[in-house]
C-alpha cells in the first residue's frame, strides 16, 4: 500500500495546534485523548522544547492516567538538569510516570553513607550513578604525563576500591537497583598515539577500572553497567562533546544528544518498571521483504544477501536476536495465506522462517482485531505486544484502536529498520533466564497440547496423556532472577499481583520465617521450565501466602493445586495449623478469583483491597493430583550475591 | 528580523518558560518573565541550538537578554551558516 493515502486518522496537525489541542482537551476533561496526543507530539519533535511541554502538562494529567510510577535518583559530577524533562517525556511514552531526584554536584559519597540522606528519603526504585573519569579517577584524567607507571596502576587500583566500598555502601541502605556509568576514555590522550602501544596507558587503565567495576557489579543482585564509551561511540565523539557548554555549565553533552542520554536511561528504566514487550508482531510485504509478495512473486521480491535484499536480512537478524532474549515473534499481514506462507517457509533469502513465530495472521481482517486475537492466542494482555509495520496508515490505524500496543515507527529507508528495532527500550532485559532462550520451542510444544487435548473425553484423560512432571524447590541462586521476573511479568494467575526485585528477593530468603518455592513443570511435548512462584510467611499459629503465580501457559493444568498442597504440607511439618491467604483482585487476575474457593478454603473476612481466605491443616484434604510426577527438593539458600 | 524567525523563538520560549505564546513579546526579558532564571536560561539555550543546529558562544549567551536580542542572534547565525 501506498504512503499517499489520505486519511483523517493520520491527524495531520501542526505543532503549535497539537499544543493547543492538548490543552483544550485537559480542559474538558478528555484525558486520555489528551494524553495520546500528547504522546504524538513528543514522537513527531523530540526536543528539549517540546520536552518542557511535555512535562508540564503531564503535572496536570498523571493523576489521571493509569501509568507505571517509578522513580529514580540521579548522582553526578555533572549538569544533568537539561535531561530531565527530557527524560520525563520519553519515560511517558512508554507509559511511565517517571520521578527524578537529581543530587547535588560530586556529593555521591555522602549521599549513600548517610542513611537519613534525600537519597534515601526519596526512596528511588533506580539509582543511577553519572559520574565522570575527572571526578573518579582525577590522576588518570589530568596530567597523566606527569604520573610514573607505578602511581598510575595504584590510582586505578585505588579507583577500583572506590567504587566497591561505594557500592556496598548503597546496598547497605537500599534495595533499589543501580546503573553505573563506566567510566570515559579521553578522547585525545595525553600521550597521543603512544597511549594505545601499551594496555598500562590513559586508556587502558581506564578500561581496567571498567572492567573491574563489572566484575564487583557482577557480584550484587541489580547491579548494572551503562557502557559510556559505547554510547558516546555510536554517536560520535566529536558530536556529542561540547567543550564550550562544559567549561561554562558542566554540561559536557551536546545540545542535540540530551535526547540520547535520556535514551540510554531509558534502556535500562524500561525492563526495570516491567514495561517490557513479550511479542513483537510482524509485517511482511515491505517489512520483512521488499515488495509484494502477492504481487512480485517469489522471484520479485527482494531479500537476501546483496542489497538491497540484504537490508531485510539485517532486520532478519535483529528479530532473531530479540527471539532468543525470549520475545516472541508473530505475524500480522494483509495477504493470501498461500503465497505469504510459501515466502516464508522456501524463499532461499529469509533468514526467519514459520517456525520462528508463535501466532500468525495472515488474512485481509484489520490489523487491530488480529492483534486482539494473537494476544489471546499466546495468553498475553495486548499491552505486552509491539508492532512493526512499514505502512504509516496501519501503524495509526492500530494506535488508534489499540492504544495499549507499543507501535515502532520504522523509517521510510528499510537500510535503517534493523537498528530501529534495535534501538527500542521495550526490547530491553537485564537478565535472561533460561526460559527466555528457549520461549519459542515452549510455545510450539503449547500448540501441540491444545491440539491433543480436543481429542480427550475428560480432563482427566488429558492430565495422565500429559505425563507431567513437576520439581519443587526453595529457590536457589540459579532460580533467583526467573522467579523475580515472574514476580514483576505474572498478571493473570497472581492472587496478590505483589511485583519484587531480586534484591528484595533475596532479602526474604535470608529471613527464617519466609520460605520461597518455585515449581518447573515437564510433560510429554517439553520442559516448560519454572513457571510458578509462591512466598509463605510464618507467623504464630499460620502460615500467609504472600505470592503465589503461575505463568499463564500452564494455568489449568492442575499444577496449582499441586504447588497449594506443598505449601500446606510444608507449613503442616514446620507446625503451623492454618495456610491462610489473600486475593487481591486487579483488572487481570480474574483467572485466580475462585483459587482458594475450589481448595477447600473458607472466606475469612473481606475489604475494600480483597478477600482473606483460610484452610484449616488439621482437617484439609488438599492433596496434590496422582497424574503429576512430584519432585521435591530440600531447603537451600541463597548465599552467592549480596 | 524576520516574523517567521520571531514565531519560531517564541514558540521554543512559550515552552521553556511555560507562559502562552500571545503573551511574548520582541521586549519580554528576565525582568517580565518570571520563570526566565539561570537554569531556564540554559534550558532556552539547548532548546535553540538543537532546535537551529547552531552552537552560541558563551560571548552570545550573554547577551540574550530579550526575546527580540535572541531572535536576532539566531537569525545571524543562521544566515552565517548560509
Known amino acids: 500500500m501506498s504512503e499517499s493515502i489520505s486519511n483523517p486518522m ?32 513528543w514522537r513527531r519533535d523530540p526536543a528539549p522544547a517540546a520536552a518542557s511541554f511535555v512535562t508540564s502538562r503531564l503535572q496536570e494529567l498523571r493523576d489521571k492516567l493509569a501509568l507505571t510510577k517509578f522513580k529514580v535518583a540521579i548522582l553526578r559530577s555533572f549538569t544533568v538538569e537539561p535531561i530531565v524533562p527530557l527524560l520525563r517525556a520519553e519515560a511517558f511514552a512508554y507509559g511511565i510516570d517517571l520521578e527524578v531526584h537529581v543530587g547535588d554536584f560530586n556529593t555521591y559519597m555522602q549521599d549513600v553513607l548517610d542513611d537519613q540522606s534525600s537519597l534515601y528519603r526519596f526512596a528511588p526504585n533506580a539509582v543511577v550513578l553519572a559520574v565522570r573519569t ?22 586505578a587500583e585505588r579507583t577500583v576500591r572506590g567504587y566497591e566500598r561505594w557500592i556496598g555502601a548503597f546496598r547497605k541502605h537500599s534495595q533499589a537497583a543501580l546503573i553505573i556509568h563506566s567510566l570515559e576514555r579521553p578522547s585525545t590522550p595525553s600521550m597521543g598515539v603512544l597511549d594505545s602501544q601499551s594496555e598500562t596507558g590513559q586508556s587502558g587503565l581506564i578500561r581496567q577500572i571498567n572492567r573491574e567495576v563489572r566484575r564487583i557489579a557482577e557480584g550484587f543482585h541489580g547491579v548494572y553497567s551503562l557502557d559510556y564509551d559505547a554510547l558516546v561511540a555510536r554517536h560520535g565523539s566529536e558530536h556529542w562533546h561540547d567543550e564550550r557548554k562544559w567549561l561554562t555549565a558542566r554540561l559536557p553533552i551536546a545540545a542535540g544528544y540530551l535526547l540520547q542520554m535520556a535514551r540510554e536511561w531509558m534502556r535500562f528504566i524500561v525492563p526495570l518498571s516491567g514495561r517490557t514487550v513479550k511479542v513483537l508482531v510482524v509485517d511482511l510485504d515491505n517489512t520483512l521483504w521488499g515488495g509484494v509478495i502477492g504481487e512480485d512473486g517469489m522471484a520479485g521480491v527482494k531479500v537476501g544477501p546483496e542489497y538491497p535484499g540484504a537490508a531485510y536480512q539485517a532486520l532478519h537478524r535483529a528479530l532473531l536476536d530479540l527471539s532468543r532474549k525470549g520475545i516472541l515473534l508473530a505475524v500480522c499481514s494483509k495477504n493470501n495465506l498461500d503465497d505469504a506462507m510459501e515466502a516464508l517457509e522456501k524463499h532461499p533469502g529469509m533468514l526467519v522462517r514459520a517456525k520462528h513465530f508463535s501466532a500468525m495472521r495472515i488474512n485481509w481482517t484489520d490489523k487491530a482485531q488480529n492483534l486482539r486475537e494473537i494476544a489471546e492466542e499466546l495468553n498475553v494482555g495486548i499491552d505486552s505486544l509491539a508492532f512493526l509495520d512499514d505502512n504509516r496508515f496501519e501503524r495509526e490505524q492500530v494506535r488508534a484502536a489499540l492504544p ?45 497440547r491444545a491440539g491433543a487435548e480436543q481429542t480427550f473425553q475428560s480432563k482427566e484423560d488429558f492430565f495422565r496423556f500429559l505425563e507431567q512432571e513437576a520439581e519443587l524447590e526453595p529457590v536457589s541462586d540459579l532460580t533467583l532472577p526467573r522467579v523475580a521476573q515472574l514476580t514483576q511479568k505474572t498478571n493473570q494467575f497472581n492472587l496478590t499481583t505483589r511485583r519484587y526485585t531480586e534484591t528484595q528477593i533475596a532479602e526474604m530468603v535470608k529471613q527464617p520465617d519466609w520460605h520461597i518455592f518455585s515449581i518447573k513443570v515437564h510433560d510429554r511435548f517439553g520442559d516448560h ?19 503465589f503465580l503461575l505463568s499463564c501457559r500452564v494455568i489449568g493444568r492442575t499444577v496449582e493445586t499441586a504447588l497449594l498442597a506443598h505449601l500446606a504440607e510444608s507449613a503442616r511439618q514446620r507446625g503451623r495449623n492454618r495456610l491462610v491467604g489473600w486475593f487481591l483482585p486487579t483488572k487481570k487476575n480474574a483467572p485466580a ?48 550475591k549480596n | 528580523m524576520t516574523a517567521r524567525t520571531f514565531e519560531q523563538v517564541r514558540s521554543i520560549a512559550s515552552d521553556i518558560f511555560g507562559i502562552s505564546p500571545d503573551k511574548i513579546t520582541t521586549e519580554s526579558s528576565p525582568e517580565t518573565i518570571e520563570t526566565w532564571d539561570s537554569m531556564q536560561h540554559l534550558n532556552l539555550v539547548l532548546a535553540l541550538e538543537e532546535k537551529f543546529g547552531v552552537q552560541l558562544e558563551p560571548e552570545d549567551i550573554e547577551q540574550m537578554n530579550s526575546i527580540g536580542a535572541v531572535a536576532a542572534l539566531v537569525e545571524k547565525l543562521q544566515s552565517a551558516a548560509h
Not at chain 1, 523509517?411 to 533466564?433: G, H, I, M, V
Open chain 1, 10 to 41: 493520520l491527524g495531520e496537525h501542526h505543532p503549535a495546534n497539537l499544543r493547543a489541542e492538548v490543552e483544550r482537551l485537559i480542559a474538558d476533561g478528555t484525558f486520555d485523548r489528551a494524553s495520546r496526543l500528547l504522546m504524538e507530539l
Open chain 1, 134 to 155: 575527572d571526578v573518579a579517577a582525577p590522576e588518570l584524567w589530568r596530567d597523566f604525563a606527569d604520573l610514573a607507571p607505578e602511581a598510575a596502576q595504584q590510582a
Open chain 1, 593 to 640: 478469583r475462585d483459587f482458594y474457593q475450589q481448595h477447600g478454603f473458607e472466606r475469612q473476612e473481606t475489604n475494600g483491597a480483597g478477600s482473606l481466605w483460610t484452610l484449616d491443616l488439621k482437617s484439609s484434604t488438599l492433596r496434590s493430583p496422582d497424574w503429576i510426577k512430584l519432585k521435591v527438593a530440600t531447603e537451600t539458600k541463597v548465599g552467592g
Open chain 1, 529 to 547: 521450565g519454572l513457571v510458578g512462584v509462591a512466598i509463605t510467611h510464618d507467623a504464630g499459629e499460620q502460615c500467609e501466602v504472600d505470592t
Open chain 1, 404 to 448: 495499549e500496543v507499543t507501535v515502532i515507527d520504522l523509517p521510510k529507508n528499510p537500510l535503517e529498520y534493523a537498528s530501529a528495532l534495535r534501538k527500542c527500550a521495550a526490547f530491553e532485559r537485564l537478565t535472561l533466564s533460561a526460559e527466555d532462550q528457549q520461549r519459542t520451542e515452549m510455545y510450539a510444544a503449547q500448540k501441540q
